[in-house]
């Protein structure tokens, strides 16, 4: 395989971090990212590094409000859920399984 393209030298057993082609003697580039096929694919990685940095740096901080609208929607789903388990059991008090679970949810709510 030796003077193929890209791959000249001997085969070192790395993957450029990059494009993933094998890293060889003849073009190992070094970086504090890593270890890459070229500098075309080194400069890719450190463009995609610094633009990982600043889309990070542009998230929302922590939110009580955010984390409270989460919070007051799964209780109205999950409140819904039991009306509806409610309403089914009501409706169709034939259901084994339905009639001990609709029981224990009126029994809890005092119905």
Do not use: W
């Not at 990982?52 to 939110?63: C, D, G, I, K, T």
């Amino acid at each position: 395989m030796a003077g193929s393209g890209k791959r000249t030298g001997i085969d070192m057993g790395m993957r450029c971090k990059q494009c993933n082609q094998p890293i060889t003697s003849g073009n190992i580039t070094d970086s504090a990212f890593g270890v890459f096929c070229s500098e075309g694919c080194k400069e890719k990685y450190e463009t995609f590094v610094q633009r990982a940095h600043q889309l990070e740096s542009m998230r929302r901080p922590f939110s009580l409000a955010r984390t409270l609208k989460t919070f007051i929607g799964k209780v109205i789903v999950i409140l819904i859920l039991l009306v509806a388990l409610g309403v089914l059991g009501t409706v169709m008090p034939d259901i084994p399984i339905l009639s001990d679970i609709v029981r224990s949810v009126r029994d809890f709510l005092g119905i």
